[in-house]
């Protein structure tokens, strides 16, 4: 009995250890056959950012930059979803960092910053720029329970094109200027006092900053060619602004769902239109006034 429940064993043993090889020998196979159909885009030899040349043959700026290449080419899911909203959002942003002389480039700053959505960050930033509270504030923008124009796109815009319009005339330089939006002007400018430098290039920053400027550089280059990195958008699958109009209103104690009603829209409807109205109503005691998008009827 001994014998034959050892004979047993072994027999189940070697089928197992047969099965387990063969199924070891296929994913290799099939691994090996994927990893020779992926197709890994070669990195450009020279780039630049707002007409300044990156420096690639610095070894360490070149495996930066390819590293942000690689993430965002093979994000699929996320990449596919930006490229459907920049269609939707650039044509307003454009003109206004044209009239505004800040360098087309920086369209893609709002990308890095929110994906082209109105998303709120841990610390606090909130909407395509992220602007915190107080400097959103500083740059004239609303911010208070009732009304956000964090989450204006016109306004914010212009707000972020005043604050890169104010960073280039610190640093002379539109990189810098970039990487100042991350960190803030004074601690890039601590940076190059403390470290003797003066390019980007030559500091030594946080992770998150170093990282956000080469994710930036990548966001241009597979934007400008998406085809060269497996991305082929068009007109009929890209997101599109409805067709809207614009409302004057300053009066005060404005109820928006009244106001929705009486434009023919939902209160649903204002909000998507319009993010930056906060509830369903504003006190505006000042009587400020507000140009409210609502459906073309």
């Not at 994913?27 to 300044?52: D, G, M, W, Y």
């Not at 009732?146 to 330089?173: C, M, P, W």
């Not at 003797?196 to 946080?206: T, W």
Request: charged letters at 20%; one cysteine or more.
């Amino acid at each position: 009995m001994k014998n034959k429940f050892l004979l047993k064993f072994t027999v189940f043993f070697l089928l197992f250890f047969i099965i387990f090889l063969t199924q070891c020998n296929t994913v290799n196979s099939t691994s090996s056959t994927h990893l020779k159909l992926q197709n890994i885009p070669s990195q450009p030899r020279t780039i630049s950012f707002a007409n300044e040349k990156v420096p690639l043959d610095k070894y360490y700026v070149q495996e930066r930059f390819d590293r942000e290449l690689l993430v965002n080419t093979f994000w699929h899911s996320n990449t596919i979803l930006v490229l459907k909203r920049s269609k939707k959002y650039f044509s307003i942003i454009e003109p206004i960092l044209r009239k505004n002389g800040i360098p087309d480039d920086f369209k893609y700053l709002a990308v890095i910053e929110s994906g082209l959505i109105h998303v709120k960050s841990p610390a606090g930033a909130e909407g395509l720029w992220q602007f915190m509270p107080q400097t959103a504030r500083e740059y004239g923008l609303e911010v208070n329970g009732d009304v956000d124009e964090r989450l204006h796109l016109i306004k914010s815009t212009q707000s972020a094109a005043a604050y890169l319009k104010d960073a280039y005339e610190v640093f002379g330089n539109w990189t810098l200027a970039a990487a100042s939006y991350n960190a803030g002007k004074q601690r890039i400018q601590s940076a190059m006092n403390n470290q003797k430098a003066e390019s980007y290039y030559d500091l030594f920053l946080s992770e998150e900053t170093s990282r956000y400027i080469y994710r930036l550089f990548a966001t241009k280059l597979i934007f400008e060619s998406p085809e060269t990195y497996g991305f082929a958008i068009n007109d009929e699958q890209a997101y599109t602004f409805p067709d809207v109009k614009l409302v004057r209103i300053s009066k005060s104690n404005i109820n928006w769902v009244d106001f929705a009603l009486s434009h023919n829209i939902s209160y649903s409807d204002l909000r998507e239109l319009n993010p930056w109205i906060k509830g369903h109503s504003t006190a505006n005691r000042i009587q400020k006034e507000y140009e409210v998008q609502v459906l073309r009827n």
